[in-house]
């Protein structure tokens, strides 16, 4: 993980600010940071409010679907239960207004009445006639119930007193679940009132109910105290008290949410069946109707999850791209900036050096003039010709002048090279004139410099000005890394691809590993206390680059550094490359 976060870092992350005015300017990781914060702002805010939205849209719609399929078949469940009943009990009003109380007391019509019934409408079971004493007079069905008081029940004083009454399921006599509908009749030649009492098939009514629910749905009938007249998948036996809470009376159609006795929340339909005591219930857990909203959240969830991460790359993507030339742009701009004060302050240098160099050169020129002929006239003069220590000193002259004449000449060689000037150069040659600058100074400090360079080393086209900087910024620093008593070395060599690999080797300090990979950017140093300004290895990687070469480094703290620079052995002018 290491490793790649190396390969991908880009080259502003171990930039520092610099400190100072204005540093906030060159604290790229804080731009980059602010960067992604603003763009991820500004990306995944409206994504996810979109998001939740949706989802809330999304949700609102399957809850009110839910809902109107709960309502609807409900309201159409109570439609088939009223109907059965209310068919039933019509039959029961045709058979008194068609065939009349005394007729309905006949055994044998009031058996041919209920088959009849049965087989026109079914859901017939018995079929009996009870006197206003309650006493059953007539009685057909499977049960012995002929006789049987039911003046004391309470279908028999509602019937007597409404004229129509609808029974809840109850045991009864025949002591199991069954459901009669009863119609009073009077015997207008008597003036006596009677009721025609009809018992329903169950196992019919039973099963208008049965419907085909998703979800565990659960659809039966309670009457108005809360028990359960039909069968209930969970919600109690037959004839129990259901867990559900029942509303109040209603002439519509109502869903409500409600907590079962089993701790789940129910999605229930009521419906009120009117003239009768019963209350239609459909039951759907609200978990599983709810269950399509969970797959369209979780796969809203990984779209907006996905999305967030792309958008994440995209911007972190983007964001480090556009700092990172940014960086690139600044580190440009200041190299270019100081190269051209840096080349400005040369040209300053060398023309005072020109002027200095010529200014010498005159009196120089005098000097070795005079005593070469104050040493001519000696030779002639038999008195001095064979006075050794007057020559000598004379031969001191002319050979100090003679050195004076090298370093006046390096001088305008030196201001000579400031514009970009192609030569044939030979490395030894100009090794020579760099370590020459700096030969006081190494015997002073008991530096020893040594020089690996091959004779048959050959001539490469280059600019010796620039060569010389690059060369004499690399000797002064080796200089300021190494102790007294250290040691430096120059090596060329040749190589087979039309290069030259030159080399400056010290064992000095050296240069810690986290600091190599940015020697070469502007104003970064380590010896800013100590009056460094950061520019030296800048222009001399700058130098290297403009002359086709390049520059690479390798140290270790404590033992030294070794810089290599390759150089092709015919360079080419910047301007001409740039044409290229």
């Known amino acids: 993980m290491a490793s790649l976060f190396e390969k991908i870092r880009p080259q502003f992350w171990d930039t520092d600010d610099g400190g100072g005015a204005g540093k906030s300017l060159f604290d790229y990781r804080r731009i980059w940071r602010f960067a992604i914060i603003l763009l991820a702002l500004v990306a995944l805010i409206p994504l996810m409010v979109m998001a939740f939205i949706d989802y809330n849209v999304t949700r609102h719609s399957l809850e009110s679907e839910n809902l109107l399929r709960t309502s609807r078949t409900t309201s159409n469940t109570r439609r088939a239960v009223a109907y059965f009943l209310e068919e039933r009990t019509k039959a029961l009003e045709f058979l008194v207004l068609d065939q009349g109380i005394n007729a309905l007391r006949d055994s044998r019509k009031l058996a041919n009445v209920l088959a ?90 039973n099963s208008i109910l049965q419907l085909d629910l998703p979800g565990g749905g659960d659809a039966f009938v309670v009457d108005r105290d809360g028990f ?8 109690g036996s037959l004839l129990t008290k259901v867990d559900l809470g029942i509303p109040g009376y209603s002439d519509t159609t109502r869903v409500e ?17 009117h003239d009768s005591p019963f209350i239609v219930l459909v039951v759907k857990r609200t978990r599983e109707l709810m269950k399509p909203l969970q797959t369209i959240r979780m796969e809203l969830l990984w779209i907006l999850i996905s999305s967030i991460l792309i958008i994440l790359l995209v911007i972190v993507g983007v964001a480090t791209y556009m700092v990172n030339k940014i960086y690139i742009a600044d580190q440009t701009r200041a190299r270019t900036l100081h190269r051209m004060e840096h080349t400005n302050r040369m040209a300053s240098i060398g023309r005072l050096a020109a002027g200095v160099a010529h200014e010498i050169n005159n009196p120089l020129a005098i000097i070795n003039e005079k005593a070469g002929l104050i040493r001519d006239l000696f030779i002639f003069k038999q008195e001095y010709a064979h006075d050794e220590r007057l020559l000598g000193n004379i031969d001191s002259i ?37 370590v020459d600058f700096l030969r006081k100074e190494a015997e002073y400090r008991s530096i020893t410099i040594e020089m690996d360079i091959p004779e048959n080393l050959p001539p490469f086209i280059s600019d010796r000005g620039k060569l010389q900087q690059i060369f004499l910024n690399l000797v002064n620093n080796a200089f300021q890394a190494m ?3 250290g040691h430096l070395s120059i090596s060329a060599r040749d190589t087979a691809c039309d290069h030259l690999v030159f080399a400056v080797a010290d064992d000095g300090c050296g240069i810690p590993e986290a600091d190599i990979k940015r020697i070469f950017d502007p104003f970064f140093s380590t010896k800013k206390k100590t009056g460094g300004t950061g520019l030296g290895l800048s222009i001399t990687y700058g130098l290297v680059q403009e002359l086709g070469g390049t520059m690479s480094v390798e140290s270790e703290v404590g033992k030294g550094t070794t810089f290599t620079i390759t150089m092709p052995l015919k360079g080419t002018k910047p301007e001409d490359k740039n044409k290229a």
């Open 257 to 273: 949410r409600v907590r079962g006795g089993d701790g789940r929340e129910y999605t229930v339909g009521y419906a009120y069946i």
């Open 228 to 235: 359960i007249q039909t069968p209930s998948k969970e919600h």
């Open 398 to 434: 002319i050979n100090s002048v003679s050195r004076c004449g090298k370093i006046t000449k390096r001088l305008l060689s030196f201001a000579r090279h400031i514009d970009v000037e192609m030569d044939e150069i030979e490395f030894k040659d100009l090794a020579n004139e760099v």
């Open 116 to 205: 009849s019934l049965q087989q026109s409408f079914g859901g017939f079971v018995d079929l009996g006639v009870i006197n206003d004493k309650g006493r059953q007079v007539a009685y057909i069905g499977p049960y012995d119930l002929l006789g049987r008081d039911y003046s004391g029940q309470e279908g028999f004083a509602t019937a007597m007193a409404h004229g129509t009454y609808i029974s809840r399921v109850f045991l009864g006599f025949r002591d199991e679940p069954h459901l009669v509908v009863s119609r009073k009749v009077r015997d207008n030649r008597t003036g006596e009132n009677y009721m025609l009492r009809a018992t329903l098939d169950t196992d019919q009514f």
């Open 483 to 485: 102790n007294d008593g």
